[in-house]
């Protein structure tokens, strides 16, 4: 059972609201629902969140997220 939840930040934020606080089960399980703190939106399941989380380093998500706020495309002509 499951009475306590933990919060944790999410580098893609609310489809609702754009909140990046999440919370999810202490335990944590694959199929347990990540809700958003602020309108208790269900975002996604944990495992989807565990993914993103492992795929994003927490600079490069500052750095996307400032890049939105700023308005400005990020380069990416990666090919050459
Ligand atoms: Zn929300």
Avoid at 25 to 44: G, H, I, L
């Amino acid at each position: 059972m499951s009475d306590f939840s933990v919060e944790f930040r999410m580098p893609k934020g609310c489809p609702n609201c754009g909140n990046h606080m999440m919370k999810v089960s202490q335990e944590k399980n694959p199929d347990d629902r990540v809700f958003c703190t602020s309108c208790n939106t269900d975002v996604c399941a944990w495992a989807d969140a565990e993914q993103i989380l492992a795929e994003t380093p927490r600079s490069e998500a500052e750095q996307l997220i400032e890049d939105v706020m700023n308005n400005k495309k990020p380069s990416t002509d990666d090919n050459h």
